[in-house]
């Protein structure tokens, strides 16, 4: 899927809170919506349904919903608290997306999504329209980095917090030497393994990892420090300023030296 096309020119049409009583029956009638729907759940459990399938939802749920479908919304005993927003994308976005009834996946954060959507929501009312497109984008990227349902069960929870603790502690301090066979022997799985799960749940292997956060730090002190080079790649936990220079290039499509200079 091409992110790129589906972000541009996106128009916020309404956005709101639903907190759905015991009698809430939802359904859209069979022309559906005429935009798209992000619909986020915050409490409860229920399902939505149309011809070709059913969803059950429960709190961290989020999908989007497609023009011109038939939707019906139940909630069981827990009644479904919900935040919503209608959109319309370029022809291209809607291309990009494909033709579904709806997408779905499970939110692991659930408190940055509901607050960034909240934002949005006050935006919104605001009338600050272009500010609350910004921070929606940032709610769409949040969902589409987020994994399917089927694609946590090939990981597993546990396994996932697990890579997110991992990916936090070098994010935290990308200069140590961090090494997959030392988490390996940490949390008890060998090196192959915590390898293949990590490349899954992240989507790009440990060592990239790893060289994406060094450099991303590399970028930050020679931004706004007067450390050499040689004293930015040292500070990186790197012995070879040669090879901090190639790892940099290959990674930002410039040298260090260039990328200083701006």
């Not at 969803?55 to 919503?84: D, K, Q, W």
Request: aromatic content about 12%; proline content about 3%; overall charge negative.
């Amino acid at each position: 899927m091409n992110t790129q096309d589906l972000f541009e020119n996106i128009k916020i049409n309404s956005c709101g809170i639903s907190d759905c009583d015991a009698a809430w029956h939802w359904d859209t009638g069979p022309c559906g919506f005429q935009d798209f729907d992000l619909w986020f759940v915050l409490r409860g459990k229920g399902r939505i349904i149309t011809e070709r399938e059913t969803a059950e939802v429960e709190r961290g749920s989020c999908l989007l919903l497609f023009p011109n479908t038939h939707y019906i919304g139940e909630h069981g005993e827990e009644h479904l608290l919900t935040m919503n927003v209608h959109f319309q994308l370029s022809p291209k976005g809607a291309e990009a997306l494909g033709a579904h009834p709806f997408l779905y996946k499970r939110i692991a954060d659930i408190g940055y999504m509901r607050e960034t959507l909240l934002r949005v929501i006050r935006l919104y009312n605001s009338a600050k329209t272009e500010s609350a497109r910004v921070f929606f984008l940032a709610a769409l990227s949040e969902y589409f980095e987020a994994s399917k349902p089927e694609e946590k069960s090939e990981t597993g929870g546990e396994k996932s917090a697990i890579i997110e603790k991992i990916c936090d502690r070098i994010n935290l301090s990308p200069e140590e030497a961090h090494s997959l066979a030392a988490f390996a022997a940490e949390y008890g799985y060998s090196a192959d393994y915590l390898g293949r799960v990590f490349s899954r749940a992240a989507g790009i292997s440990f060592s990239e990892y790893l060289a994406n956060a060094r450099v991303n730090k590399a970028k930050f002190l020679l931004s706004s420090t007067s450390l050499s080079i040689e004293g930015v790649a040292e500070a990186l936990g790197y012995y070879d300023t040669c090879y901090f220079a190639r790892q940099f290039k290959r990674i930002t499509g410039t040298s260090p030296g260039k990328y200083r200079k701006g």
